[in-house]
């Protein structure tokens, strides 16, 4: 794309935009001053779609005028609420039906994916992470292994990065595995860093991972949504993410897990157990023994709340609409746009951290301001800008090509140049 400096380019890119109306059906904060926020923060939070209120006043209503018919006789029930999100999801993240379920939230999921897929023995018993993981993984790996009676200290392998760099190199992840696989019980990635910006390999790591007979899980809170997936090919074992970011489900909203079918019915398969993870054929009869449903469903623990998957399926609905293919294809000139407004300030005012290669990206860049990056972001703030701040030195700006302009590009960069 031979992108432009001016402001007229960003007009015309926003007028040829095959998804410009999407943007119209979110609300957009407003500034202080009236004004639309620039809002470049889906990696945190993602944005409300205006049909989330109908969706939820639907069953604020049913559950009004039926009580706990609405189980059955909402008008869509809530028995199965659920299930009314697994085709989206499915199609989402690259799986079969019964390889997703959407429950809980994300550090539970990790929680209950790491109960079954990881099972440590005296010569296997490592887990692979990669640097920086996000804390709530560190903890959950380390508070995992101390359950298993191991010592994080030794039994936790952080990725190591080549000096004076933050991204990590496949053919290093790979010559680690080589090396260590044996003792590696899991390989835990993100797949795509938070702080970085930076998309694993999954598929290869996968590969290679499972050459050595190491289970491999994902965390995509910072993926799914923002590239595509596919879970199922790329033979992963479990993978786990949270709705709030690029989902637009909702502060703290109901979660989403994979589990590959060929876990799909191993009932002795060690886990915590609930009634919602039961037969369904069988769940009401209250018997005292769990049998688990077949596939990622068998892993649910308690009947799901029906308001969070209500505002959720909002946005899945918007998500089916466009496709994940289109998404993408926006995306990539979006951040790319980004990348070089960015670029004609010049690396000794800002630098790019994330990896130039549109295929190592989703639509986050994460951006170190060489002088007080903090108080920048501060004033970026106060003119209206949403972004966010990551100790100790990242500015993360992620335009999202459901709701993002190029004209929001624009304005964010001539923002930032006034203040570094
Ligand atoms: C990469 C990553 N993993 C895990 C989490 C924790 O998610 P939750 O609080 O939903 O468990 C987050 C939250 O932002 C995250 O970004």
Redesign the pocket.
Known sequence: MNYQPDKNFAAEMDAHDPLREYRSRFFIPRHTNGEECIYLCGN?LGLQPKTVRENVEQELKDWAELGVEGHFHARNPWMRYHEFLTESTARLVGANLPEVVVMN??????HLMMVSFYRPTPTRYRILIEAN??P??QYAVKSQIQFQGYDPAEALIELPLRKGEVLHRTEDIEALIEREGESIALVLL?G???YTGQVFDMERISRIAHAKGCTVGL?L??AVGNIELQLHDWDVDFAVW?S??YLNGGP?TI?GCFVHEKHADKPDMPRFAGWWGHNKETRFLMGPDFAPTSGAEGWQLSNPPILPLAALLASMEIFDAVGMKKLREKSRLLTGYLEFLVDQIGEDRVKIITPRDENQRGCQLSLVVKKNGREVYQKLTSEGVICDWREPDVIRVAPVPLYNSFMDVFRFVEILEKFI
């Open positions: 945190s939230t994300l550090t539970v999921n990790l993981a996000f709530s993984d993100g795509i860093n938070y965390d809170a910072h949270c709030y970011k703290g979660a």
